[in-house]
């Protein structure tokens, strides 16, 4: 990998007009990245920013950054915008953390990339190709587009960023993070599965990685709730729900504090409900069993989980899909607009028996990170850190479990060996109570995922638990081990209930 990125960078400094220049001596400083040439891309900007208080484009409140740092902008063909920022001096760590995305992009990740740098890493972002401007979403339209925001964009994206990180600093990185949740998420599953020499370590959160079925599991909701007079369920409505569910099951890992440890032990029946109208339990059934075809009975997509239901703090529950109205706004560019070509497809006209397939045969290889072969991957000593909250009310955790499953059963089948202690050798997953998408809710949603990472790839330190936390109006008000899945944090009996140390990693009830 070294080898080719010290090719690459020769060959940029050759275009630059320095003669014989190598990557050991091609430090360019930061106005000439401006000049530099890369195939099918055009360098749109190369300035020095100052640390302290910076006006990104889009973000309402100025980003705190505590390390000046060179800023380049670019765009790959066709229409591929990226930045890539570059810690001044010292200040790098010699190391690139790329960012993913979320929803259908269009945006650079101008928080998560200050984030980075202020970490010390040299890091980059993309809009995936298209524009959130774009409100009528017409790329959706464009088969080139569609296709970069799949999966072609990141690895341009992370190509073109080493090879500044190599003219800048004058040497590669040495090793070389992505970090994403939700669509970021999808977009490292992305990488490892098509792109396996591209990173030493990824961190996926909240992958959406069957993206196709995804929106059609979102649309399921609606039909649950919308096509039948009756069956509306307000956040008042699903807040009595989650009340019932944490009555009936919170204490089954030890303590009650607001949140279920893992709801696939909490047999909860919506016919219990006191004061619901047979419609809306029917439909409380219909989102928990998730989609499937009406005429074969194969599930399209996992339902939702139990406990999830009403809003938390920084976590709209279930009403972030579910507005008692219309449904979620990104279900139909991309079912209508990708798997149509109908912007004003009418979504009550969705067949869960005809067009699953007709929208699959058209998108899945595209858009959906489902390949369970990491094997290349795993031999150049990548790693992968899964992670997903239990009360995401957009992407449905039984969805990575599935994924993760896979991955195992398929390294099993392969090697002829124990699939599980293969996996083990190279990927972890962690599933966070009481957390929503990607954060958010009762739970502790935030760990020290990129360290925890670069421990396992540069230290040989494989993660077992992983201490996370949970803020308010920024000070920790609780920490919890995150177990590594299918263990649960339990607790000791003694101790404060908001403290890590009282609890343990043990097998779920």
């Not at 959706?140 to 992370?158: C, F, N, S």
């Not at 072969?373 to 479990?401: A, C, E, N």
């Not at 599933?431 to 990607?438: D, N």
Request: charged residues 20%; aromatic residues 8%.
């Amino acid at each position: 990998m070294t080898l080719r990125l010290n090719v690459l960078a020769a060959a940029v400094c050759g275009a630059l007009g320095f003669a014989g220049a190598t990557a050991a001596n091609a430090a360019t400083a930061c106005g000439d990245l401006k000049n530099l040439k890369l195939p099918e891309t055009t360098i749109t900007l190369a300035e020095r920013v100052a640390a302290g208080d910076f006006n990104a484009p889009g973000v309402q409140r100025p980003l705190k950054l505590t390390k000046s740092m060179c800023r380049v902008a670019g765009v790959v063909t066709p229409a591929i915008k990226f930045e890539v920022w570059l810690p001044e001096g010292n200040a790098w760590n010699g190391r690139f953390e790329a960012v993913g995305g979320g929803g259908l992009a269009g945006i650079i990740s101008y928080p998560a990339l200050a984030e980075a740098v202020n970490g010390g890493y040299a890091s980059s972002s993309t809009d995936t190709g298209h524009e959130v401007s774009d409100t009528a979403n017409t790329w959706t339209l464009d088969r080139q587009r569609v296709i970069d925001y799949g999966y072609r964009a990141i690895h341009e994206m992370t190509v073109k960023a080493k090879a500044v990180i190599d003219a800048h600093y004058g040497k590669a990185p040495e090793y070389s993070y992505f970090n994403g949740c939700s669509t970021g998420g999808r977009q490292g599953l992305m990488e490892a599965q098509r792109f396996p020499d591209d990173y030493n370590g990824i961190i996926s959160g909240a992958p959406v990685n069957r993206f196709t079925n995804l929106h059609m599991g979102q649309l399921w909701t609606a039909h649950a709730t919308l096509k039948k007079p009756g069956a509306v369920l307000t956040r008042d409505d699903l807040a009595k729900v989650s009340a019932a569910v944490l009555a009936q099951c919170d204490a089954d890992d030890g303590v009650k504090d607001g949140m279920l440890a893992n709801p696939r032990t909490c047999k909860f029946d919506p016919s219990t409900l006191q004061g619901f109208k047979p419609e809306q339990i029917e439909a409380l059934k219909m989102i928990y069993k998730g989609a499937v075809n009406p005429r074969t009975g194969v599930q399209v997509y996992p339902g939702l989980e139990v406990g999830g239901e009403g809003p938390q703090p920084n976590n709209p529950g279930w009403g972030l899909i579910m507005n008692g109205k219309d449904i979620f706004a990104i279900d139909a560019p991309v079912l209508g607009g990708m798997g149509f070509d109908n912007p004003n497809w009418d979504w009550k006209t969705f067949d869960f028996d005809r067009d699953v397939a007709l929208v699959d045969a058209k998108l899945f290889g595209t858009l959906n990170a489902v390949n369970p072969d990491l094997s290349d991957f795993k031999k150049r000593g990548g790693k992968l850190i899964v992670y997903h909250g239990w009360s995401d009310p957009g992407v449905m955790p039984q969805q990575t479990l599935d994924y993760v499953a896979s991955v195992r059963e398929f390294a099993g089948k392969s090697t002829g060996g124990d699939g599980g202690a293969y996996q083990d050798e190279f990927m972890r997953l962690y599933m966070l109570p009481g957390v929503g998408h990607c954060r958010g809710g009762v739970g502790p949603d935030q760990a020290d995922w990129i360290g925890t990472l670069a421990g396992w790839v540069e230290k040989g330190k494989a993660p077992a638990s992983v201490e996370s936390r949970r803020e308010d109006m920024g000070k920790v008000v609780m920490t919890r081990p995150l177990c590594p899945y299918p263990q649960v944090a339990k607790y000791k009996g003694t101790g404060d209930t908001n403290d890590a140390k009282s609890f343990e990693c043990a097998a779920a009830k």
